[in-house]
């Protein structure tokens, strides 16, 4: 009985899980697929990393409350920089101008997102790497996204071609869904929820 | 007031003050400095609040010697000047002066502490947004052949006929000349063989030209267009104010309409280059 109870229990939830991807339309899944989405997923996931062996270094170490205090506002300015962007991209997507223009226009397009990253990343470098190396007196430096960067800004072309194949899909995309498929699953975490 | 500083060096007497010129962030405060004869640098001592939730500013010195503006030399600056400068308290920057000051007698100096929101170092290279060079060809072709139909057409309107019947049989042109005239009986006179031959090279002529001008026009439309798609481009992809306008306007006067307003409507395009 037991068996059949967790033989039930885990197919719901496979169901859920399957009904929850079925969500996402094709051309979406395919767009999040591409080297911009998971490459940027790698960054946050470094980002977060960091975020969590600061905190298991401050459970041991006696870091005063204002340095505390400091790296965490680093990480969260840094992390806003950042989730910037993701809402930047679905404002770009659900702009029928901005749609437009970015499939005209792919090498201004990720010009535009370079930019972007590189200020991101640089305000991550000055702020919360460097607050990190600080604090931990060099113990945790705060993983870089140096080498990622460039992988990430490859794939907006390559996400770009996606667009525009599915031209005519991605004008129905609506900002809840963006909201939750994009900018939710892709952004940096906020400091708390960081364990 | 800090008052005269000497040198014992160079025995220059200069008068100091300090000004921390709030910029709209109004985050500095406490600013004070002290100068040091002996190694002829000064420290610039602020605090640095924090705004909302932001703790880092770009953080740069003026200063105004006997009136004369002057930016202190990045060399000659050190500490807490810069980009991405944090909050705090008894921040400080030291400012080598010799580095930029010739020291006169008596020379009252003025320093300016500013802060700002941290910005992006700029990266050399080319420019970060290029948009594809604009299509040349279609409006200089189309310029050429334009230009080229309307000479055609103009000269087709000025040809020998057209000429020799002006000159010869319409007596409104400025070379018409009265004697040359030819009358006779009911056969077709020399004027009416001319006038066809006149009017068929003049038509030929005035639609060449018109063509020509057709085609100009459409060279000029495709380089504006390319123009708008650009600044389109730049606008959407940039997020900044539109540089193409179109602002429809219905404007009511008494004006000119007796008795009664007459209203205007229409559509004001602004494009600004």
């Not at chain 2, 405060?29 to 770009?58: C, H, M, P």
Request: charged content about 25%; aromatic content about 10%.
């Amino acid at each position: 009985m037991k068996n059949l109870l967790l033989t039930f229990i885990i197919g719901c939830t496979s169901y859920s899980v399957l009904a929850q991807d079925a969500n996402i339309p094709n051309s979406l899944q395919k767009l999040l697929d591409t080297d911009f989405f998971t490459q940027y997923d790698e960054i946050r996931q470094r980002a977060h990393t960091s975020v969590k062996a600061f905190k298991k270094l401050s459970a041991e170490e006696n870091y005063s409350e204002e340095d505390l205090e400091i790296v965490k506002d680093a990480y969260m300015a840094s992390a806003e920089k950042f989730n910037a962007i993701l809402v930047g991209v679905k404002n770009d997507l659900l702009n029928k101008r901005s749609r437009k223009m970015l499939i005209r226009f792919p090498d201004a397009y990720s010009s535009k997102l370079e930019k972007e990253l590189d200020y991101a990343n640089e305000y991550y470098e000055q702020t919360f790497r460097k607050e990190i190396a600080r604090v931990t007196n060099g113990e945790i430096l705060g993983l870089s996204f140096m080498e990622l960067l460039p992988v990430v800004i490859k794939g907006v072309k390559i996400a770009i071609q996606v667009i525009n194949k599915f031209k005519a899909e991605v004008r129905k995309y609506n900002d809840a869904m963006l909201q939750q498929h994009l900018v939710e699953k892709y952004k940096f975490q906020e400091w708390e929820k960081l364990l | 007031m800090k008052n005269l500083i000497s040198t014992l060096l160079f025995l220059v007497l200069m008068v100091l003050s300090v000004d921390a010129q709030e910029t709209n962030l109004g985050n500095i405060s406490n600013v004070d400095w002290q100068y040091d004869s002996l190694s002829k640098k000064i420290t610039i001592s602020y605090d640095l609040a924090r705004v909302g939730a932001e703790r880092y500013f770009r953080i740069s010195v003026d200063a105004v010697i006997d009136g004369q503006p002057l930016t202190p030399s990045t060399s000659a600056l050190e500490g807490d000047v810069g980009n991405y400068i944090r909050s705090g308290l008894s921040n400080k920057i030291i400012w080598d002066v010799t580095q930029d000051i010739l020291f006169t007698q008596n020379a009252s100096l003025q320093i300016k502490v500013t802060s700002k929101s941290v910005q992006p170092t700029p990266t050399p290279g080319p420019d970060p947004m290029p948009l594809p060079e604009p299509n040349l060809f279609i409006p200089i072709g189309a310029g050429v052949l334009g230009g080229g139909l309307i000479v055609a057409g103009l000269g087709n309107m000025n040809s020998d006929d057209v000429k020799e019947y002006e000159s010869s049989c319409d007596p409104n042109s400025s070379s018409f000349n009265s004697s040359f005239v030819e009358v006779s009986g009911n056969a077709p006179s020399t004027c009416d063989l001319l006038y066809d031959e006149a009017k068929k090279d003049h038509d030929g002529g005035t639609t060449l030209s018109m063509i020509g001008v057709g085609v100009i026009v459409v060279g000029v439309g495709w380089f504006i267009k390319q123009k708008i798609d650009e600044a389109s481009a730049i606008d959407g992809l940039r997020g900044g104010d539109d540089r193409i306008k179109v602002d429809p306007f219905y404007t009511v006067g008494s004006v000119f309409w007796p008795g009664g307003q007459i209203g205007n409507l229409g559509l004001k395009f602004t494009y600004n280059f």
